[in-house]
């Protein structure tokens, strides 16, 4: 293996072609040290770097490709509250800490839109995030939302839409009803992981691009080695999430690559934008195995969806999504698509994200299964905490026990890609 063989460029997605900035951080060619090392430049590892950052630490910050090279830079960039996950640890840990998972269910969401304002960070927000039923059977799960937040005197706008209002407001019959809630919303995801890079760089962050990561040498300050450099930390904390095959002694079969895949049309006519989506809020759907669509800044419905476990790429993206958006919108048939792109998202089995610590001073924080824009910034602020002393928050998931699939990590995506086809079966049947 070549050690200075450049990183990769990112992927010809919309997201890349409107990037506010193409960031240029130098490569790692000597030695350095400092309090923390995060390793990856996702969501995951520039949220943590910032939260460090504006508490005082000198971080280094380790990407192999670019800032938001991954899943960050390409997901459909519905900004939803939650963590998956958080029903089985309450289960697990009673109802004494409901409060705190109903925090931490929103805590995302906050960090996010503290952070936009704080830094100016231009990502293209839009409030409203819109969850529908293709099935009647799944509004009861509206109810239970609206429940919830009733219980928690939630002060944000939501409500509960039935068919004809849903249908009037997407301009499909595809829909039996909707949720819609005013504090979720939709953004470009590339845009924000750049813009909160920049503010972790402006304060003081060393930022390293095209430098992947060869090997961590543990001990009292474990040592970080790319090709070219290194950097010595009181601790080190792995954010590589799908793409990152580090510690494999410890992490290897925790979590599974899945491919998730968008496309984006051409911009669309106003009267069209009318008919679609005139309040331009983020739409998914109650599936398990989800469909998702927004509108862009300019106007471009991008479709996603449809996400493959096996590890196979399909042969066309757009021929493997476009039937999908043509179910919901038949009228944009003859809409041309101007992108289409793909990437790994992280699986966890029991779709908890996988946090913990290998040899006291080396964290790791991965797997958010699809759902990880608002907890990838939950997780910086667990992660800080963590390395400051403070694990509450950080030991309600790292006391999780994890299943590690035997074999070779193929191996594993086809078990779950056999599970997974029990959920898309279930998905097409019933009402």
């Known amino acids: 293996m070549n050690l200075n063989k450049p990183g990769k460029e990112h992927t010809r997605s919309y997201y890349a072609a409107s990037v506010n900035e193409v960031t240029a951080y130098p490569q790692l060619t000597d030695h350095r040290s400092v309090d923390i090392c995060v390793v990856g430049a996702g969501f995951t590892g520039v949220a943590t770097a910032l939260t460090l950052a504006e508490r005082g630490f000198s971080v280094a910050l380790l990407e192999a490709n670019r800032v938001g090279w991954g899943a960050s830079g390409r997901n459909g960039g519905q900004m939803i509250n939650g963590v998956s996950g958080l029903a089985k640890i309450r289960k697990r840990h009673g109802d004494s800490i409901a409060d705190i998972l109903w925090d ?235 992108f289409e792109w793909g990437g790994k998202i992280g699986i966890v089995l029991n779709r908890i994200p996988a946090l913990g610590r290998i040899n006291d001073n080396v964290y790791y924080c991965q797997g958010y299964s699809g759902h990880g824009v608002c907890p990838t910034h939950l997780m910086g602020e667990i992660m800080s905490d963590a390395i400051a002393g403070t694990l509450e928050r950080f030991d309600l998931f790292a006391n999780i026990k994890h299943f590690r699939l035997p074999g070779s990590q193929w191996i594993g995506n086809q078990i779950i890609a056999l599970g997974m086809l029990y959920y898309k079966i279930k998905d097409r049947i019933g009402r």
């Open 104 to 338: 931490m269910k929103w805590r995302g969401n906050d960090i996010i839109r503290e952070r936009i304002q704080k830094y100016n960070i231009q990502c293209d927000l839009k409030d409203g995030f819109l969850e529908v039923a293709p099935k009647a059977s799944q509004i009861a799960y509206f109810d239970e939302y609206a429940e919830e937040r009733r219980r928690h005197d939630f002060s944000h706008e939501y409500e509960i839409w039935d068919r004809e209002k849903t249908r009037a407001m997407l301009g499909t019959d595809a829909f039996h009803g909707g949720f819609l809630c005013k504090r979720d919303g939709h953004l470009h995801p590339l845009n924000l992981c750049i813009g909160e890079a920049r503010a972790a760089h402006d304060l003081g962050v060393q930022i390293f691009e095209q430098s992947p990561v060869t090997g961590i040498e543990h001990g009292s300050r474990p040592r970080v080695a790319t090709g070219q450099g290194s950097v010595e930390a009181k601790a080190v904390i792995l954010a590589g999430n799908a793409y990152s095959q580090l510690e494999p002694e410890h992490l290897s079969n925790l979590v599974f690559p899945a491919g998730s895949y968008i496309i984006a049309t051409e911009p669309l006519s106003d009267d069209v934008i009318e008919e679609i989506n005139p309040l331009d809020v983020a739409v998914c759907d109650a599936n398990e195995v989800v469909d998702y669509f927004r509108l862009s800044a300019d106007k471009r419905l991008l479709f996603g969806g449809a996400c493959n476990y096996s590890g196979r790429e399909p042969d066309s993206i757009q021929s493997y999504i476009r039937p999908r958006m043509l179910r919901v919108y038949p009228r944009l048939k003859d809409v041309r698509i101007d």
